[in-house]
């Protein structure tokens, strides 16, 4: 079975650019994660969507984010304008459902530098 | 105060031998589940092994294991016959219910370095 897929793999831009990062979840799972990583901050969790709805957005760290979910299979997390400090690897992850025994699988993410 | 505490950030191990990276977590809740990742230098993150809080006995998975002494609260990964290729990150989570106002979200650690020596 295919694992979370994401694209592009490597993203530079310049600031200001608009940017949009996709994610296709494992097919038949009901969440879906979308998480960023830096150095500092480690692994944050901007938002996640149960059924295609988004839950819980409380992460997203200002109105220049957002993401979207228009059916099962795909996501799209979207930064506009971009700013350097957005730099850092975004992932995408799902499982099947929120319970604490359910598996988050995560792809293999996406590395965004903006200059 | 934090839920999942990895105390090594980095460790060394011979190649061949064992290794145990530590992980302690803080919960009130009877009911969670604990989780390993591994993250290699390539960047994509790896489930590993789970652990269900009410799990009688430890997780295994091939070389992975997991020493869970719940009364401690601690999920320590132990590594097996280590290789080259474990060298990477290792994120302990931990995931309670979705009850109570809590999201029932992966809470990460900050994550162990391992380098494996040949």
């Known amino acids: 079975d295919a694992g979370v897929i994401q694209s592009p793999r490597h993203e530079v831009t310049e600031m200001g650019q608009e940017v949009t990062l996709r994610c296709k979840p494992i097919?038949?799972?009901?969440?879906l994660f979308w998480y960023r990583q830096t150095m500092m901050r480690g692994l944050e969790l901007l938002i996640y969507f149960n059924n295609n709805v988004p839950i819980d957005d409380s992460g997203m760290p200002e109105d220049r984010f957002s993401a979207k979910m228009p059916n099962a299979s795909f996501s799209t997390l979207k930064i506009q304008p971009s700013e350097p400090r957005d730099s850092a690897v975004y992932f995408c992850?799902?499982?099947?459902?929120?319970?604490?025994?359910?598996?988050?699988?995560f792809g293999p993410g996406t590395r965004l530098t903006v200059l | 105060a934090q839920k999942i505490t990895q105390t090594q950030p980095g460790m060394f191990v011979q190649e061949k031998e064992a290794v145990t990276l530590d992980c302690t977590y803080d919960?009130?809740?009877?009911?969670?589940?604990l989780f390993w990742y591994k993250q290699p230098s390539s960047g994509e993150m790896i489930f590993l092994i789970y652990q269900g809080s009410y799990d009688q006995q430890n997780a295994t998975e091939g070389r992975y294991s997991l020493n869970f002494q719940k009364a401690r609260k601690s999920a320590n990964l132990v590594i097996s016959a280590s290789q080259l290729g474990d060298s990477a990150m290792y994120f302990c989570?931990?995931?309670?219910?979705?009850?109570?106002?809590?999201?029932?979200?992966?809470?990460f650690g900050k994550g162990t370095k391992l380098s494996v020596k040949p």
């Open positions: 919960t009130s809740d009877p009911s969670y589940g």
């Open positions: 992850a799902s499982s099947l459902r929120q319970r604490s025994t359910d598996t988050q699988y």
């Open positions: 989570a931990m995931r309670e219910p979705a009850v109570k106002g809590s999201q029932g979200n992966l809470i």
């Open positions: 097919s038949g799972h009901d969440y």
